[in-house]
């Protein structure tokens, strides 16, 4: 497995945690997850989780934002997701 490939798992996992707002008993699905966010796309989510896609730092940021994460480490470096966002949206 390569290490695209253990980020895809992981956000998988991540979004198969997350309740779907359109179907009972299921997980969000990548489109759900899309249309929460306005800096990511479908493809971009199967990218990502199929470890074909190199987002940057600010897609994760928002992909936690839309996955109900307060925060995100990467690198050891624990970063706040609204305080992120806010900064980096004005």
Do not use: C, W
């Not at 493809?43 to 925060?71: C, D, M, Q, S, W």
């Amino acid at each position: 497995m390569t290490e695209k490939e253990k980020l895809g798992e992981v956000l998988r996992k991540l979004r198969e945690k997350v309740d779907s707002s359109d179907y009972d008993n299921e997980h969000i699905s990548q489109q759900e997850l899309a249309d929460k966010n306005i800096a990511i796309t479908k493809h971009l989510i199967g990218t990502i989780e199929r470890g074909t896609a190199n987002p940057t730092l600010e897609k994760l940021v928002f992909l936690a934002k839309a996955l109900n994460l307060k925060t995100a480490t990467i690198l050891n470096v624990e970063i706040n997701v609204d305080k992120f966002i806010k900064e980096n949206t004005k």
